[in-house]
């Protein structure tokens, strides 16, 4: 059994990867990267595998509790889980009536992720300046696109778990981004509220499967290309902000008369953001900016605790 100090931790930092699941923009895999259990993250789920198999079929449970690294699991997931269900409302309510405040929190979040995260990049040379490069315009690329309309079928309620959890897994694209793009954001996270089962089985089967296929790819790519695929990661992160400008409006799909063209839920339809630069340095402006940099402090004081605790621990 682990510590218990170090399981709360743990949890702790999967109630941090919970809450980025949730924001569009943001990703759980930022968070894993900031927090220094990204690698370890890909890694237990990869332990999924024949070996996993061998030790149930045998009835050796220490070894598959030890192979699939369960606690760590436990611990990340748990608090992922509960994140999203308790937060989910709340996040709801303020992206509803301060949209511009909680964009900009997390604006100064990741803004100082981006340091954090280059500084794992081992050797900034000509091939990871080009990988960071191209993350960039991929994840710039991806806040262009719009959105598709919503759809509760089955099977593509589980391609939306699949996809939205190999975004997840990668710093800088966010799954709750890629939910939009595929229409069903406002459809999973109302079933969240409502624990509608029928949305969230299949959009949980998606996951699972997302979870152990592409765990196995990021791991063989992290092992084959660390400096470059850290690189490419950083330049996610840095794409990402364009998703979170706080500053923006969004643009509705129309018919033919100009009239907002709404889903059967009553939601009228995004099909993109006009970014814009505020006019005026007023009263609304000044607090973003206070929580922008309370982001900032934010990433600043989580990376001086886990330096503390790591220098206790040698």
Request: aromatic share 14%; hydrophobic share 55%; glycine share 10%.
């Amino acid at each position: 059994m682990r510590p218990w100090g170090e399981f709360i931790i743990l949890f702790f930092k999967g109630v941090a990867m919970g809450i980025g699941n949730i924001i569009p923009g943001v990703s759980g895999g930022t968070i894993a990267l900031i927090t220094g259990i990204y690698e370890r993250f890909i890694h237990a789920f990869k332990a999924w595998d024949a070996q996993a198999v061998r030790y149930l079929m045998k009835g050796d449970l220490r070894g598959l509790v030890r192979h699939i690294d369960l606690w760590f699991l436990v611990a990340v997931m748990g608090g992922v889980v509960i994140s999203i269900l308790a937060l989910a409302k709340i996040l709801e309510y303020t992206f509803t009536y301060y949209p511009v405040y909680t964009w900009a929190y997390f604006f100064g979040l990741i803004l100082a992720s981006v340091y954090y995260v280059g500084k794992t990049v081992e050797r900034w040379n000509g091939g990871a300046l080009f990988s960071t490069f191209m993350g960039v315009v991929i994840a710039i690329g991806i806040s262009f696109f719009s959105p598709a309309t919503p759809n509760d079928n089955f099977w593509y309620l589980i391609l939306c778990g699949i996809v939205a959890i190999c975004s997840m897994l990668l710093p800088g694209l966010s799954g709750s981004f890629v939910l939009i793009l595929m229409g069903n954001y406002n459809l999973v996270l109302g079933a969240i509220n409502d624990m509608e089962m029928r949305i969230l089985v299949p959009v949980a089967l998606g996951t699972l499967i997302g979870l152990v296929g592409f765990s196995q790819f990021l791991t063989w790519l992290i092992r084959k290309y660390r400096n470059a695929t850290i690189a490419l990661l950083t330049g996610f992160v840095i794409g990402s902000l364009a998703m979170l400008w706080p500053w923006k409006e969004e643009i509705y799909r129309t018919t033919a008369t100009g009239e907002p063209l709404l889903t059967p839920d009553g939601e009228p339809v995004i099909i993109g953001y006009h970014r814009y630069l505020p006019p005026a340095f007023d009263s609304e402006v000044a607090v973003a900016v206070v929580l922008m940099l309370l982001g900032v402090l934010t990433i600043w004081g989580l990376e001086r605790l886990a330096k503390k605790r790591a220098e206790r621990q040698q």
